[in-house]
Antibody
């Protein structure tokens, strides 16, 4: 079955960086993009950005530009999200999700499935 | 950026009764090139990731019970649960995928009355 499995919880100090992985299985990795979404404790869902697993194109939320980098390793069907200069308000559960579109390599689709989530805690 | 506003913020419905959640976008999410509304609905239970229920505003995802239905076009959308079951207790989110940044509604918490 189609599955996304994320790396484990992280605790980081303010100013540090975190890199979360998302390993895909059950489908052709390069046929879809991956979006990253985060959810602060008790809050709603915030889209962070997207990467095409087909050609590596990215699209980041403007508020995170300069602090976030999304990459893929097609040899292992794994997507990565790195967030730098961490602040306390970056504390959240981070999800990866496969983005379903009718055309490979483009955006504009819905998310299914989602990874199980990775809790990133930023605290001094 | 598009603003997505859900109503109500919370809702309590008796078992077997109908639940209706509304979602309004600040601009149309109907894409003229494919005549489709770029709007999805998700269900999130405590401690779990969101689960896709509906895409293209009204297409039910495979495996989703037929008591869940989506309707609407342009800027106004509705998720309806025709006969509430205990397992439907969750937070429901609408999301536009018309333009980036993709925006989610603030969520509607559905409980049993």
């Amino acid at each position: 079955q189609v599955q996304l499995v994320q790396s484990g919880s992280e605790v980081k100090k303010p100013g540090a960086s975190v890199k979360v992985s998302c390993k895909a299985s059950g489908y052709t990795f390069t046929s879809y993009g991956i979006s990253w979404v985060r959810q602060a404790p008790g809050q709603g869902l915030e889209w962070m950005g997207w990467i095409s697993a087909y050609n590596g194109n990215t699209n980041y939320a403007q508020k995170l530009q300069g602090r976030v980098t999304m990459t893929t390793d097609t040899s292992t069907s794994t997507a990565y999200m790195e967030l730098r200069s961490l602040r306390s308000d970056d504390t959240a559960v981070y999800y990866c999700a496969r983005e379903i579109t009718m055309v490979r390599g483009v955006m504009g689709g819905w998310f299914d499935p989602w990874g199980q989530g990775t809790l990133v805690t930023v605290s001094s | 950026d598009i603003v997505m506003t859900q109503s109500p913020d919370s809702l309590a419905v008796s078992l077997g009764e109908r639940a209706t959640i509304n979602c309004k976008s600040s601009q149309s999410v109907l894409y003229s090139s494919n005549n489709k509304n770029h709007l999805a609905w998700y269900q999130q239970k405590p401690g779990q990731p969101p689960k896709l229920l509906i895409y293209w505003a009204s297409t039910r995802e495979s495996g989703v019970p037929d008591r869940f239905s989506g309707s609407g076009s342009g800027t106004d959308f509705t998720l309806t649960i025709s006969s509430l079951q205990a397992e439907d207790v969750a937070v429901y989110y609408c999301q536009e995928y018309y333009s980036t940044p993709y925006i989610f509604g603030q969520g509607t918490k559905l409980e049993i009355k």
